[in-house]
DNA sequence: TATGAATGAGACTTCATTCAT
DNA sequence: TATGAATGAAGTCTCATTCAT
């Protein structure tokens, strides 16, 4: 066997991180930040609580890396066309993909709601949020206004707010959640 | 010197209790139930920690405690009549007494949020907030019904889903939420 | 009514003092000298805390003096006309004796035990004890010479040893232990 | 610098957890259970405290094993071919080693009576100590019965008593006492 | 790269004892 | 005399992080 190349051993860095990454979302996600254990992440990735340090300075540092990750993964659907603007074509994209994502990564979304609930924890992504918001919530009230609303800026902030209660609830019993039902009816009121 | 009576003692406990659970509020709202060591709320409520130990058991107790204070709080402003059945009056009564709470207890609110995303917290309480919220639910269900909704247990979700959304969002960012404005949108929008 | 004289309250001291004693005993001979808190004592004994430290210095001092108001207690049964000097009736005696306290005073004979055998507690009544075996084993080691034994000392110590361990197996299992047998055993050995 | 193989780390396991075990059995037995703490033990170890924690689940868990250790090799001693069935020889074997090991392992048999003494570490070892005693007990009283007693219950009893007392008087003066005396005596009385 | 033994700070909790009333 | 609130030291245990190999 030939030594492996620096490319190789990239590449098995690369997986190993991801490897951590998961193990540690999904822990994070079911048991809460501070009941889990860097054990408990190692063990969970197959791997020992050494080699994970090789990987990631700290725990924060691990759930910093998490929900930036989540973060940006969030804005590609979010005006998929780089404009700056809204048709109600991209929000119905987006409501669309959201709710697959809700489905399909449920671990993400309660970590998502977990974290800013945890002032500690919050407190190491507040930053880079409130840039994200903030220019969302700008694109959403240009949508409204665009679309005839008397006060967009309270109607972004309903929209958002009915985002974010939405997932909270689907969160807290995820079983008996309507979701279809639900992304239907926000369709139907947003994007008609 | 005679002892103290019993009234006094009795007298003694409740201020100690109240004040203890104010700090511990305080506390665990602001830095979160495992960021917050029971010498901190100790010494924020200015007592030792083995005199805290006399008023609750753990702290386990102590957070349980202030949930279901609080829960036992908020039904108050729901159907104060009691009869079961909402009225438009009582829901704009509700409404009002709500954000009137948002702005006063935020510390309250805090720890709902907090709370319901911790998974470890949230098993302490979740029994009897099963069946509030599944009354609260049907309540509603049967308001949107009499107010001729064709879909009543969605509407019954998304208003509670806006009512959290908002919350939280209030919760995030306390000084730029526009409280008053969405407050007048929601009555608008379900006590008309 | 007339106020207390004097030799009232003495008699009320002495009477709370038995009190306290009593309540102590059980609990240090149910579930251990560490295990029991002196909170625990005054409750079984049906005062506060605070009124017991009135009467006893310190835990410590509580445990001696049940010790030693115990070992005063037994020596009333060895050689009772006190002449230094064992008789095979006076032997007969004591073993009736103290078979009728081991099965009486369950809970002195079960403190007895421990506190033989807890380092820290025996510290503190070694020396009166050293003392009170001394005596009796001189006096058993007489017994055995006017009877004939060929090594004295040897039988003295094994009769003190079958003693210990005999109450030591009641203790252990006094459901199952044939008391009545084994002390016409003894005294078929050692009083014939 | 390669990692340590897999059985380098079992070898350092096994050597830790024995010095572990050591130090702790010296305190249990020389100050008692509760008057040792775990930061005792470790100190005695040469150890942190962290590192009891990665061998012992708890002090329970500590005193537990060192007991159930104990035990077991005191069994090795007791009927050495298994067969279920006492010999003259066996018993003589038996007496022989029980000497030698109370004169070599003045610490185990320390913590043995304190053991039986204190409640609640009674509790922790009592299933397994209540199966051992009736099966030796059983054994001892069919020795008797082969060899023409007439209540080789109350006779079986009896050995066994004394044999606890006369472990219990060494203990408690280890110095003047004549154990091998003690030792002939019995061999003469029961193997003869 | 990879392991897990080892550390040490800090968490929760208990309890003998004191003290104001 | 009598109460129990209050203290503070000490105990058990956890866990993020480091380090020798």
Request: overall charge neutral; glycine content about 4%; charged content about 30%.
């Amino acid at each position: 066997m030939s030594p492996r190349t620096e490319k190789q051993f990239e590449e098995i860095r690369e997986t190993r991180k991801k490897e951590i990454l998961e193990a540690a979302l999904e822990l994070f996600a079911n048991e809460g930040f501070y009941a889990t254990s860097i054990s408990k992440i190692a063990a969970n990735a197959g791997i020992s609580k050494g080699l994970l340090y090789n990987y990631f300075e700290s725990k924060e540092d691990l759930i910093k890396t998490i929900i930036f990750n989540g973060l940006d993964n969030l804005t590609r659907f979010v005006d998929p066309n780089k404009d700056g603007f809204l048709t109600k074509k991209e929000l119905k994209y987006f409501l669309e993909e959201m709710f697959k994502a809700l489905k399909n990564e449920p671990y993400f979304w309660k970590l998502y709601f977990t974290v800013f609930m945890q002032p500690q924890v919050l407190k190491l992504v507040e930053k880079k949020l409130a840039v994200m918001v903030h220019k969302y919530l700008m694109m959403l009230s240009e949508y409204f206004t665009s679309n005839g609303s008397k006060d967009p800026e309270t109607d972004a902030l309903f929209f958002g707010a009915l985002l974010d209660g939405i997932g909270f609830q689907f969160m807290v019993d995820p079983e008996r959640f309507p979701l279809e039902k639900v992304k239907n009816k926000l369709i139907d009121m947003y994007c008609k």
